[in-house]
Nanobody, 126 residues
Framework: QVQLVESGGGLVQAGGSLRLSCAAS????????MGWFRQAPGKERELVAAISSGGTIYYADSVKGRFTISRDNAKNTVYLQMNSLKPADTAVYYC?????WGLGYVAQTPYEYEYWGQGTQVTVSS
């Protein structure tokens, strides 16, 4: 079992940047597929970016070119660098993890992740 703790959210003006971090407990972090999801009020939870245990990366079209996901297995941490933020990026951002998938498989739906963090609020003002 793994516990996830997100940090780095906050209030930022449009065009600004934030870096989210997700720290994971345990000694097998490198075997986990990791994902960043977000959920805005009244909307479904959606995938923002994901990285497989082998380093394969996926981005939602809405964030391509603006967001970067990365992982540091030595620090048991996954990051989401968010640049050129827009008001439409306002949401609670969640980190997710699962170790059922192979090295190259990028899990893209919430149902493919077993473990979730508590979420961190990102608010982008216009």
């Amino acid at each position: 079992q793994v516990q996830l703790v997100e940090s780095g959210g906050g209030l930022v003006q449009a065009g600004g940047s934030l870096r989210l971090s997700c720290a994971a407990s345990g000694r097998t972090f490198s075997t986990y597929a990791m994902g960043w999801f977000r959920q805005a009020p009244g909307k479904e939870r959606e995938l923002v970016a994901a990285i497989s245990s082998g380093g394969t990366i996926y981005y939602a079209d809405s964030v391509k070119g603006r967001f970067t996901i990365s992982r540091d297995n030595a620090k048991n941490t996954v990051y989401l660098q968010m640049n050129s933020l827009k008001p439409a990026d306002t949401a609670v951002y969640y980190c997710a993890a699962d170790r059922r998938w192979g090295l190259g498989y990028v899990a893209q739906t919430p149902y493919e992740y077993e473990y979730w963090g508590q979420g961190t609020q990102v608010t982008v003002s216009s």
